[in-house]
């Protein structure tokens, strides 16, 4: 009977296959369910015991010397569902000079890769890590991709900084791919190097991601990308990528980092009320001057509102209609404190005080909507 994974890779030679509800698979593929049925049991990889577990790590890193021997075969542990902790580090000494697949695994353990070296491309796509992703001090002198990937435990990519002064020409990404990947917890990249294109389009932090001492080149995309988590603790690691996207020119980078650097400073309680007022009014009007739009939108929403106002307040025999106020407000702030007595005749103090108000707002509006503009097209 085939393995009923797509597409099976294990089949020939792997004679074993092991029973799953109804179907068969071969053991790299066997699932792993640990949510218990109606009958109480759980399935698969769930119910093996530490010897089971262990005798699987054997045999994957059986399968890797093998693979590692042969010419021309590649590592191709596509679909492959791994119960427990797993480390990498049992590849040959002198690192992995194939390309490695571990497309659509399941990590159900920590995975740690300590100090291991990817010469060729590395491929995580779709990977789900149900634990700890260490990957502490791994080099990818190629490609590596995380397309889609999610870390439901931390990630750690980090490098000990000893190491890095050591080996200089080690502990880096080359091109790396983090698309759509999904961090629900913190992610590291303290003290690495990414040295080519590095993509976090779309990518999702459920934490503030720490770049300590990275260093980055200018060939980096966060376009898309979303970070969930805005506390008064994670201030510090918003900041340092603003520095870091100001570094390399990333100007656009630069301020979604500052607006989530103000996001979290409104959680300071300390701060004082005007400040938070402060912050708040410039969010709402213009997303930290990002968005020339917001600006516009309240614009019209205050026309209409002070439209209303001066009707409301205007007296039934002003020479100046309604409209006429509106325009004049819009175009020469302030202009109702000097004008000529025919058209203040008889009117009312609200008038004046409005007026005022409408002034000053349209103004910040105007301002809020032009520096945006020109943030937009980089003309700092
Ligand atoms: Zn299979």
Redesign the pocket.
Known sequence: MD???KD????SG?ISKYSYGSKH??????PYEAKEDEKGNKQGKATWDDGEKSDFKETVYADFQSKQKLHGENFNYT?TIFPSNFMLIHLPAEGSKKNAVFKDCHFHGDLETDHAIFYEDVSFESVTFHKRALFRNATFSSGVSFKGATFIGDADFSIDHLFSKKYDYRCFFNDVDFTRADFKQKAWFNYCRFVNETCFIETTFGKAPDFANAVFNEDIRFEGAKFNSAEFEEAPYYRLLEKKMDEIGALKYKAIFFAKEQDCMIHFKKMPLTQILATFIYRIASDYGRSFLQPLLWFLVFQGLFYYLYDFFRPPLAKADTVTMLVMHIFRPFSFLGLPEMYTFRWPMEIYVVGVFHSIITYALVTLFLLAIRRTFRMQ
């Not at 099976?8 to 089949?11: D, E, G, I």
């Not at 698979?25 to 066997?30: A, E, K, P, S, V």
């Open positions: 393995c009923a994974y099976c890779q294990f089949t792997n698979y071969c053991l790299f593929h066997l679909g």
